[in-house]
């Protein structure tokens, strides 16, 4: 499957290479993706859609340039939660990017669908707290690895994360807008979910910077873990990881903790305590 460049669109090329057993096409960004099966082995492919397909949101150009930025990341970073890249394929609209299928459910849900019980978000956030807290640690320790090496996040929120129920394993993607090193939000009211965004990526020149990323890895754990605040009654773990997560949502940045490897070792010195505590 795996060549550096072919001449055919993405539909055509991944059909003719194997069977395509998944498409998503409804994406706000307009970009395409496929699941598709080679000799037994199954695999994600991300493209850019096609380059007459400019939608509001995001132009074709911009889209490859996230692709682009993708591979990047693919390359530069593994964790276990991160599903392989094995490469981009050249197309004439833009790369497709290879990697791992991941099997589970987005946890992400319309707003009107998350209460429904049989949506992956109820399912995931009825899971006994001990498992929840189990996933966090894995974005956390994803975070710690971007984070080290200077990646601010970008758009991440519960889209971002894969839960395979009968395995319990969290698979993390579509890490594409992260970056490496901070910069000026030149948009006003930024790409994202706003559940998981901070003050400043609603403000047109505020710098976005890691003190961002720990907000919104912050409101992920108030998310999956409680009901979005910083109310002690609602959320399910020890008063712990509720200090930790509450100092990381502080609406002034300098109030927060100093840089996402900061906020994940206040994680991991609160974790022990989690252990005995969780219901």
Known sequence: MMRSRVDQ???DYLGSVGTIFARFDQQDSGNVSYGVEVDGARYFVKTAGQPEH???LLPHDERVALLRNAVRLGRAYRHPALPRLHG????????????DWAD?????APSQQRSEP???YSRFRNLP????????????DVHDLLGRAGEVANDFYDGCLLYDFGAAHLSIVDLDGYRPEPYRNEMGRMFGSARFMAPEEFTKGALIDQRTSVFTIGRTVLVLLSDGTTDAPAFRGPTSLLQVAARACEPRPEHRFGGLPEFC???????????????
């Not at 981009?88 to 990697?99: A, K």
Request: aromatic share 4%.
């Open 9 to 11: 669109a993405p539909d």
């Open 54 to 56: 400019d939608v509001p």
């Open 88 to 99: 981009p394929i050249e197309s004439p609209h833009g790369p497709m990017l290879v990697y």
């Open 104 to 108: 589970g459910d987005l946890l992400a």
């Open 118 to 120: 049989a949506s992956a």
């Open 129 to 140: 707290a001990d498992q929840i807290i189990a996933c966090l640690d894995t974005i956390v």
């Open 265 to 279: 070792a206040a994680w991991r010195a609160a974790r022990p305590k989690a252990l005995r505590k969780v219901d």
